[in-house]
């Protein structure tokens, strides 16, 4: 590791000042400037994280710090203090401890991968040392957590999403854009492991790795049914594989030929021709077993689908089980009884309701006709003895007419013609 190459170094790293206090140790006590301190060791975690996220990796060991920060040919000082720091606020643990967390199927071909010195990190372990060795890794936390995420997506999101089971190395060409290296991918793993979203085991010496499904919470062991589905589905690969090959290797016999014959070389053509054949012949055998490996393998992912299926229906079935715990027929019966019985009582009811108004009306039409009646017999007889109203009128008769007629009439009394010469003045 080098502090030139590949990490991105603070703004403040060519501050001579600054610098020689960072690199410079820790006190003793922190209580003497607890400022200074607690700004030390966040420049120095910080930048820790941040080197290894530049590098892609989630490991760091003292050796390697003191080289990557070295600057003008010294190293910081309080690297230990900060390392022990860390590990004390769980931000970062030791290899062997992060592994021991693990069951013993990790271990079993884990620890030997993993770790630069077995022996070194299981006897510290047991005498409980706090040293920190040069050479000793420690995992830093939320960079691991960050990859095992990162690689559960690749996969899923890969040719392999459906195959619960890859090898060793099939994981590594899928996780190579990933992580950095085969230690980094064994940290993510062994993350996914305490999770319970992946499972590993040996299987005839080869490492196997087991991927939870999305559609379960926890990985399941592997099985002798994965075991099975695994080697077939290896089996596909490597007929699948052998048979893409023999289709070159007839194209190339055919493409001879045509040279051959080009050529002048008929017998030598002939030969290739043959040779064809026989190449076909062996990829249409090894084609039928590719197809009924195929079949069972299609039979196998229909039969999954049906146990799902009816582990669906299962539990339907004990839901609706369960809803209908306190339900009877009898009680269905009795409620339905109980409601036609309401139903003809709100008859009876609305029917009462609906005879009252109607008598009600029928009263007031009689009474009606009891007032009509009564003012019938109000009217007086005696207008019906009136004479008619003539026809002829007089009202259209001439000043003139009206003084002669009147000048005729002999008056007597003198009242009378004292009113007449008022409404009519000689």
């Given amino acids: 590791m080098s502090n030139s190459v590949g990490m991105t170094l603070p703004p403040d790293w060519d501050d001579d ?19 200074d301190w607690d700004s030390k060791m966040d420049f120095w975690t910080a930048l820790i994280s941040n080197s290894c996220c ?14 990557t920060f070295r600057r003008k040919e010294k190293s910081p000082l309080g690297l230990v203090t900060v390392l022990q720091s860390m590990a004390r606020c769980g931000k970062i643990q030791k290899e062997s401890e992060f592994a021991a967390n693990v069951d013993c199927g990790w271990l079993s071909w884990g620890v030997g991968l993993l770790l630069v010195k077995p022996l070194k990190w299981t006897v510290s ?13 420690f995992v830093v936390i939320d960079l691991v957590k960050e990859k095992a995420t990162e690689l559960l997506r690749v996969y899923r999101g890969s040719e392999f999403a459906g195959r619960s089971i890859l090898s060793f190395q099939e994981l590594c060409a ?13 940290m993510a793993l062994l993350q996914l492991q305490r999770d319970k979203q992946v499972t590993v085991s040996l299987h005839e010496g080869e490492k196997i790795v087991k991927f939870c499904q999305p ?11 994965d075991i099975g589905i695994y080697q077939l589905q290896r089996s596909e690969k490597l007929l699948g594989e052998r048979v893409e090959k023999l289709g070159l290797e007839a194209d190339k016999c055919r493409e001879e030929a045509k040279l051959l014959l080009c050529e002048g070389k008929k017998s030598q053509a002939l030969r290739c021709l043959r040779g064809r054949k026989r190449v076909e012949k062996k990829a249409d055998h090894l084609f039928a077993k590719l197809e009924t490996i195929r079949g069972i393998l ?27 715990k306190d339900v009877t027929v009898e009680c269905a019966e009795n409620l339905v009884d109980q409601i036609q019985e309401l139903c003809d009582i709100q008859d009876e009811v609305n029917q009462t309701i609906s005879s009252g108004v109607t008598s009600g009306d029928e009263d ?24 008619e109203v003539p026809t002829n009128s007089h009202l259209d008769i001439t000043n003139e007419q009206l003084e002669e007629e009147l000048n005729q009439l002999t008056l007597t009394d003198s009242g009378l013609c004292f009113q007449i010469s008022l409404f009519f003045p000689l």
Wanted: with cysteine.
């Fill in 298 to 324: 299609d039979r196998i992912a229909q039969s999954q689908t049906d146990k799902m299926v009816m582990q669906a229906y299962q539990a339907g079935v004990s839901a609706l089980q369960l809803s209908l």
């Fill in 174 to 186: 899928l996780s190579s854009g990933v992580c950095a290296d085969e230690s980094t991918l064994c």
């Fill in 54 to 67: 530049d590098r892609g990796a989630v490991c760091v060991n003292l050796q390697e710090l003191n080289q």
């Fill in 125 to 137: 372990t047991l005498l409980g040392s706090s040293r920190v060795h040069l050479e000793e890794s």
């Fill in 364 to 387: 007031i039409d009689e009474l009606e006709e009891e007032l009509k009646s009564l003012l019938d017999e109000s009217k007086p007889d005696s207008i019906q003895d009136l004479p």
């Fill in 17 to 35: 000042e600054r610098m020689n206090f960072m690199f410079s140790d820790f006190k003793e006590n922190r209580d003497v400037n607890t400022t």
């Fill in 215 to 225: 559609a379960q919470g926890r990985v399941s062991p592997v099985s002798d049914v």
